[in-house]
């Protein structure tokens, strides 16, 4: 059997809310139909934000604290429910999925990273969909909380994935000059990353945290490892399967 194509896919909260207060079940159905489609030929780890976007559906937290220990504990109130609509979608569409939760110093730790790797390793043969978010109980403001950008990459990095793909909500990067004047134009393929840094605007959408920065950083991670980063339109229907068909435009950094 030819050996199947390894692909970290990281969600964006933009992407799984439809960019909506609420997460999108026809969002995550469309992930796992894509997913099934895909199966014989690629396997897949899942890097998804959203927990903190599920629990804002429901919950309002009073706190005299910092704001970001309100979303610390917004992301551990919504995270079972984020694996729960994952786990039970998933699981009409035939796909197995499991939780891991991971803090970026686990990365820095050479015996985290090879439990990291066994673990997932053990999990993807037994053809379980990992599910990662970063530990956000244990982040804090200097490890940068709330980039899942950044996660993604170092976990492609670490799994040797072939291939990193980040759904947002938007055709890929596009160029600064067409962003201003209101006809956004996708910049298809990057070569020089000095340039593309020069195009982020410092927008962001409204539950994304780390903006088209923290993905081209991102980036930058998987490249030297030398892993491909595509960054595609999640708000797409089958936005992975056209991607591959290269039926919609997004952005390939080689
Ligand atoms: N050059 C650019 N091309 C596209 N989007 C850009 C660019 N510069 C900044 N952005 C912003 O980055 C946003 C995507 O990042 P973010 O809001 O963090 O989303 P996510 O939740 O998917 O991580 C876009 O919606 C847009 O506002
Ligand atoms: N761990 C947080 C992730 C926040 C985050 O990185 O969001 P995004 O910019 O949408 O990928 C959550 O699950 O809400």
Redesign the pocket.
Known sequence: MQKKKRILLKV????LTKETDNISRGKIEDMANQIAHLQDSCEFIIVS?GAIAVAKQFVKLESKGKDINVKQALASIGQPHLIRIYQEIFREAGLLTSQCLLSYSDFEREQSRTNIVNTINVLVSNNYIPIINENDTVATDEIKFGD??KLGALTASLLKADLFI?????N?????ES?ENGT?KTIEVVEDFEELLK???????S?????????IEAAAVTKKANIETWIVN?LEDNFMVNAFNNKVPFTKIK
């Open positions: 964006g909260s933009n992407t934000s899942n950008d980040i759904a947002t909500n938007t890929g990067i596009y160029t600064k962003m956004p195009q982020v605007v410092s927008s962001k959408s539950h994304g945290s780390g903006g088209m920065q923290s993905k999640g």
